[in-house]
């Protein structure tokens, strides 16, 4: 059973434009949300966070938005450059999990054409 | 400061053969993480581990087996290679709040 879901695999989007990244989770016990940047052969790197007592949140051109009642996130990127090429994967979590154990989706590949 | 650190980038195995991933870190954090990755797939937790002396099981264990003696080591052992554990692994560790750390990768294939 698929906890966090990314259900689009990819999204190409233009350079100076808004790139929009979609998250759905089933677990109403996660309170705490999480964005990762990957670029092949390297590691997830930790992009941008949200905790359940807010439903926005703001750094520099990403914005994370938290929709409770629908259990969905999204990840906004403005304006979006060919740099922000590369897998982005939401990541989740609940305060009762012990040892901080996230629970990934699948991913979304990004591609930002010149 | 390396951060975390995974050695080796990159092994092929032969199905039955065993090897052991090392995972090593600096930052001083409590919480360490196995991961595997496969293809079009999301992060897998395979093993975690909240301090040292302490390691429990994630997703999908079976297969593999940790230990952690220290606060900076956490490796990951494959005892019979099957085809079927061909994958990236990562290693990360989480301080105090829920942001984890992730090394940048083993590649592993088994024939």
């Known amino acids: 059973d698929q906890q966090v879901k990314q259900n689009s695999p990819s999204l190409s989007v233009q350079e100076g434009r808004i790139s929009i990244l979609n998250c759905d989770y089933t677990?109403?016990?996660?309170?705490?949300f999480l964005w990762y940047k990957k670029y092949p052969a390297e590691g997830p790197t930790f992009l941008i966070s949200?905790?359940?007592?807010?439903d926005k949140n703001e750094d520099g051109r990403f914005t994370v938005f938290l929709n409770k009642s629908a259990k969905h996130l999204s990840l906004h990127i403005v304006p979006s450059q060919p740099g922000d090429s590369a897998v982005y994967f939401c990541?989740?979590?609940?305060?009762?999990?012990?040892?901080?154990?996230?629970?990934f989706g699948q991913g979304t590949e990004l591609s930002v054409k010149p | 400061n390396a951060g975390v650190t995974q050695t080796p980038k990159f092994r092929i195995l032969k199905i039955g053969q065993s090897m052991t991933l090392q995972c090593a870190q600096d930052?001083?954090?409590?919480?360490m993480y196995w991961y595997r990755q496969d293809p079009g797939m999301g992060l897998k937790l395979i093993y975690y581990?909240?301090?040292?002396?302490?390691?429990d099981k994630g997703e999908v264990p079976n297969g593999y087996n940790v230990s952690r003696s220290t606060t900076e080591d956490f490796p990951l052992r494959l005892e019979l290679a099957a085809p079927s554990q061909t994958s990236v692994y990562f290693c990360?560790?989480?301080?105090?709040?829920?942001?984890?750390?992730f090394g940048a990768g083993t590649r592993l294939s088994v024939l």
């Open positions: 581990s909240v301090g040292a002396g302490i390691t």
């Open positions: 990541a989740a979590s609940a305060t009762y999990n012990q040892g901080g154990k996230l629970i």
């Open positions: 990360a560790t989480g301080g105090l709040e829920n942001i984890q750390y």
């Open positions: 949200i905790s359940s007592i807010k």
């Open positions: 677990n109403s016990m996660f309170d705490y």
């Open positions: 930052m001083n954090h409590n919480y």
